[in-house]
């Protein structure tokens, strides 16, 4: 056994913890938690060669793409929303980070993105 003192919001709790006991209700926990076998994620939608810009904007986390508030061919100003991303429950607005014109519109609603995932790029 050990015993270790933890503070948790200035609160300081004296915590005793045993070594190596193993009980079946670990393991139950364990399993359920185990994520089954990931299908092969879908590949990014390219857009057509010559048409991405030198402006990326790519997903800052893991998430869903509810809404493309930009087109093609549209003029945005830094700051301006081009896409809105959900992640952990929470709706995120993806911004331009500068001035420009929309080259690509890399992703559609209803996509799964990854962290880093190029979503779109200006001009």
Same mark, same amino acid.
């Given at each position: 056994m050990k015993n270790y003192t933890i503070t948790v919001n200035g609160n300081v709790y004296e915590v005793t913890v045993e070594e190596g006991v193993s009980t079946g209700? /670990? @393991?139950a926990p364990r399993a359920a938690v185990a994520a089954p076998p990931k299908a092969a994620?879908? /590949?990014p939608k390219a857009a057509p060669a010559g048409t991405q810009g030198s402006i990326t904007v790519v997903a800052p986390m893991p998430g869903k793409i509810l809404g493309v508030k930009a087109s093609v061919g549209q003029a945005v100003k830094k700051g301006e929303v *081009? *896409?809105?991303l959900e992640?952990?429950?929470m709706e995120n607005e993806i911004v331009a980070p500068s001035d420009g014109t929309v080259a690509s519109i890399n992703v559609s609603v209803g996509d799964s993105v990854e962290a880093g @995932?190029? *979503?779109a790029t200006l001009n």
């Amino acid at each position: 056994m050990k015993n270790y003192t933890i503070t948790v919001n200035g609160n300081v709790y004296e915590v005793t913890v045993e070594e190596g006991v193993s009980t079946g209700a /670990a @393991a139950a926990p364990r399993a359920a938690v185990a994520a089954p076998p990931k299908a092969a994620p879908a /590949a990014p939608k390219a857009a057509p060669a010559g048409t991405q810009g030198s402006i990326t904007v790519v997903a800052p986390m893991p998430g869903k793409i509810l809404g493309v508030k930009a087109s093609v061919g549209q003029a945005v100003k830094k700051g301006e929303v *081009l *896409l809105i991303l959900e992640a952990m429950k929470m709706e995120n607005e993806i911004v331009a980070p500068s001035d420009g014109t929309v080259a690509s519109i890399n992703v559609s609603v209803g996509d799964s993105v990854e962290a880093g @995932a190029t *979503l779109a790029t200006l001009n």
